[in-house]
């Protein structure tokens, strides 16, 4: 939800919180409460571009020394400032959740206290107490609230914190078995030139030319392995040939009880030649992609699979139509992580990455992969 929705949801009821402060202030009352409200309102609304922990000691100190004040200058009865208590609760949730750990414990049991004791401002004994043990309530769940959201949040950077390094470790395991490959031929090739350098020497030339080509494709995997680690010895092996691969991925996907699926492949991404880590990323798009659209959009129309090329940027995009009316969630919920897995694996190869909802109300999924393509 953007800003500016979050802005017309809050302005109704704060005006209604502030026309009731309005109505309940006696003609006697202070008026520095029907100030105080929208003031806290608007530091809640400039969380975003404010530290949380700034506003949240400055609001718990404005309103605290607004309640000494009133206690000491101020006439007593009237409102003691319903906007300024709701806005300051608001804050309080949002400060537990997302303040830094040592500031949050003094920030927030400060500006608690402020918010429970603000009630003393209307100058009678027995509904002051009353407000106030409400107001200590709501602080709590305030709190709790915030502690709660906060510790989803580390959940949820962990899990994708996992996703990602997985990700990782599995592009790195490609990556090493690439490397070995491109070594393996550099080593028979320069094995064959030492045989025959002095009954063939005029054969050197294309296995030196040979053994440059394969150390520039391993010189261009090592450039992408250096940033992550080898894992366990059991990797993912290469798709043997990759539009061969999407071909039976899309024919796959209408066997499993889904709508058909179309591959549309243009004659400049068919003519790319692609290096082996980006062609086991694009497959792992178009894997994952399928499977999610086979899992939460089974009933969806017009699944699409396009391969096309920009330049030497080979684009992979998926798409499928709206799910049908009425069909049920998925099993295990719609929270997953995978699509956090494509876009570590396609930006950890010097790619762009995006996925989102289509015009038509399907799901599209787009990746672009950097030209690493392999000279000829």
């Given at each position: 939800m953007n800003r500016r929705r979050?802005?017309?949801?809050?302005?109704?009821?704060?005006?209604?919180?502030?026309?009731?402060?309005?109505?309940?202030?006696?003609?006697?009352?202070?008026?520095l409460p029907l100030l105080s409200g929208p003031l806290a309102l608007g530091a809640l609304l400039a969380c975003h571009r404010v530290a949380v922990e700034t506003l949240t000691a400055a609001a718990a100190l404005a309103s605290g020394a607004l309640t000494l004040g009133m206690l000491r200058f101020a006439p007593a009865g009237g409102s003691w400032g319903?906007?300024?208590?709701?806005?300051?609760?608001?804050?309080?949730?949002?400060?537990?959740?997302?303040?830094?750990?040592?500031?949050?414990?003094?920030?927030?049991?400060?500006?608690?206290?402020?918010?429970?004791?603000?009630?003393?401002?209307?100058?009678?004994?027995?509904?002051?107490?009353?407000?106030?043990?409400?107001?200590?309530?709501?602080?709590?769940?305030?709190?709790?609230?915030?502690?709660?959201?906060?510790?989803?949040?580390?959940?949820?950077?962990?899990?994708?914190?996992?996703?990602?390094?997985?990700?990782?470790?599995?592009?790195?395991?490609?990556?090493?078995?690439?490397?070995?490959?491109?070594?393996?031929?550099i080593v028979v090739q320069a094995q064959a030139a030492r045989t025959i350098r002095e009954t063939a020497p005029e054969q050197l030339d294309p296995l030196l030319a040979g053994i440059?080509?394969?150390?520039?494709?391993?010189?261009?995997?090592?450039?992408?392995?250096?940033?992550?680690?080898?894992?366990?010895?059991?990797?993912?092996?290469?798709?043997?040939?990759?539009?061969?691969?999407?071909?039976?991925?899309?024919?796959?996907?209408?066997?499993?009880?889904?709508?058909?699926?179309?591959?549309?492949?243009?004659?400049?991404?068919?003519?790319?030649?692609?290096?082996?880590?980006?062609?086991?990323?694009?497959?792992?798009?178009?894997?994952?992609?399928?499977?999610?659209?086979?899992?939460?959009?089974p009933g969806a129309d017009e699944v699409r699979v396009r391969l096309t090329a920009r330049g030497s940027r080979l684009r992979v995009e998926v798409g499928n139509g709206p799910a049908p009316a009425g069909e049920r969630p998925p099993p295990g919920g719609s929270g997953g992580l995978g699509l956090v897995g494509l876009r570590e694996r396609v930006e950890a190869l010097g790619g762009r990455f995006d996925a989102g909802p289509a015009p038509d109300g399907g799901w599209r999924v787009r990746a672009e992969f950097p030209p690493a393509h392999l000279p000829h």
């Open positions: 979050m802005l017309l949801l809050a302005l109704p009821p704060a005006l209604l919180l502030w026309l009731g402060d309005l109505v309940s202030n006696g003609p006697d009352g202070s008026r319903v906007l300024e208590s709701a806005a300051l609760l608001a804050l309080l949730a949002v400060a537990a959740r997302t303040a830094r750990v040592p500031a949050a414990y003094v920030l927030c049991p400060l500006l608690a206290v402020a918010i429970a004791a603000a009630p003393v401002r209307m100058g009678f004994p027995s509904d002051a107490q009353t407000f106030a043990f409400l107001l200590t309530v709501a602080a709590g769940g305030a709190l709790a609230l915030g502690c709660y959201l906060r510790s989803l949040d580390r959940r949820r950077a962990g899990a994708v914190s996992a996703v990602q390094e997985a990700e990782r470790l599995a592009l790195a395991r490609d990556l090493h078995d690439f490397v070995a490959h491109h070594v393996t031929g440059e080509r394969a150390g520039t494709e391993t010189l261009a995997s090592m450039r992408r392995l250096v940033h992550v680690l080898r894992a366990a010895p059991d990797a993912p092996t290469r798709p043997a040939d990759l539009l061969t691969e999407l071909a039976a991925l899309v024919a796959a996907h209408g066997d499993g009880g889904g709508a058909a699926a179309t591959l549309d492949v243009s004659a400049d991404a068919r003519a790319l030649a692609l290096a082996p880590e980006v062609e086991t990323s694009a497959h792992r798009v178009v894997q994952e992609s399928l499977t999610n659209v086979r899992r939460h959009a």
